[in-house]
């Protein structure tokens, strides 16, 4: 990997930002750590999912094969909730004060096919510290299949990549979960970063949640229905929850406005650490409750960059403080108004990455800071 350092002495943007929301914290007694309201919450979907996955599977109300299909997709968009708001918090120690607890809770990612352990380098270490930064952040590397900035290779089929990005997004999680990990499993890295060595409790983990996966998943449902039944159920559902985990991820990174950084060789870049992760980042459809609770928060994106290890519960609180302080420095403060703007934004950023090979957005002085 390149050698990419910021310039955390040009400011005291970060500093100053703490201590105003850790007074927020120490005022309003507010514990930054999840509360009933994310157990609730994480309730609540694990009974949806579950009543899913049986309806789905074993179908007890004798329901027609439509209505079990609906019963895959509702699965699909409850598992990726699951992700947003439970799993990613607990990876992220926010859900609890206890670490054993985040430990356990974050084991969710591996009850749906994931791996905690490698996911938390993925996205606790490379992606919060190199976002947006170009052959590091793996976030944005599916190049040849997708174009995600400027400075990546332009093919042909990229021209329509705004077109064919819903089938990628709806391939996603299946990718995830039966070649993405094995593929970081078994050369040992994440992108061009090496990965941790994995113990053999870590080893174990690996293994055998892999196989449950497989068992519950795949095994018990074709046992149960057959072969065909299963595949279109599973293929639902994962295309649900593949183009969900797609979309809102996207939407935090890959919109107008947001910077890139290019990490082909030793980068230095020329702003504090904070203040690119406030550029490269974006927050989206703030105001609305609904979106906010599903996506567990990731619609401020901005804020959880910024303090990951505080719960998503608090982030309409801190934005406010978030905001001002970015106005108080002259920092762009990313926001879209409404979750369908940012989609259309995405999709317009996507098409000119594709369309056009020597598109190069309008804060490119930014992007490369040799």
């Keep these: 990997m390149a050698k990419i350092t910021y310039n955390n002495k040009k400011g005291d943007f970060y500093p100053t930002l703490k201590k105003k929301v850790n007074a927020y914290f120490e005022e309003t007694g507010k514990t930054k750590t999840g509360t009933w309201a994310i157990y609730h919450k994480a309730i609540i979907l694990y009974i949806v999912a579950i009543g899913c996955f049986v309806m789905a599977v074993f179908n007890p109300l004798d329901l027609a094969n439509g209505w079990r299909l609906l019963s895959c997709a509702i699965l699909g968009l409850t598992s990726a909730s699951i992700g947003f708001n439970v799993m990613h918090d607990a990876c992220h120690g926010a859900y609890s004060t206890k670490q054993w607890v985040n430990d356990a809770v974050g084991l969710s990612l591996n009850v749906l096919g994931g791996n905690a352990f490698l996911w938390k380098q993925k996205h606790n270490i490379i992606h919060h510290t190199y976002t947006n930064v170009d052959e590091v952040d793996e976030d944005i590397m599916k190049s040849p299949v997708i174009r995600h900035c400027h400075t990546q290779k332009w093919v042909p089929a990229h021209k329509a990549q705004h077109m064919y990005l819903p089938l990628v997004y709806a391939l996603s999680s299946f990718l995830w979960i039966f070649v993405m990990d094995f593929q970081k499993y078994f050369t040992g890295k994440i992108g061009t970063t090496n990965a941790w060595k994995m113990n053999t409790k870590e080893q174990l983990i690996f293994w055998g949640t892999k196989l449950y996966y497989v068992g519950v998943f795949v095994v018990l449902p074709i046992s149960v229905v057959g072969f065909l039944p299963f595949l279109a159920g599973f293929f639902t559902m994962h295309a649900v929850m593949g183009l969900a985990l797609g979309i809102v991820f996207q939407l935090a990174h890959v919109v107008e406005d947001t910077h890139f950084f290019s990490g082909y ?106």
Excluded at 266 to 280: M, R
């Design 265 to 370: 060789e030793d980068t230095k870049i020329d702003e504090e650490w904070a203040v690119a992760q406030v550029l490269t980042t974006a927050n989206f459809a703030r105001k609305n409750k609904l979106v906010n609770w599903y996506v567990g928060g990731l619609n401020f994106q901005i804020e959880h960059h910024l303090f990951p290890r505080i719960s998503h519960t608090n982030y309409p609180a801190i934005s406010e403080i978030v905001k001002a302080h970015c106005e108080e420095y002259g920092v762009q403060y990313n926001d879209a108004p409404t979750m369908f703007g940012a989609v259309r934004s995405h999709f317009k950023m996507m098409r000119l990455f594709g369309q056009d090979k020597d598109f190069v957005p309008a804060n490119a002085h930014l992007h490369h800071a040799h």
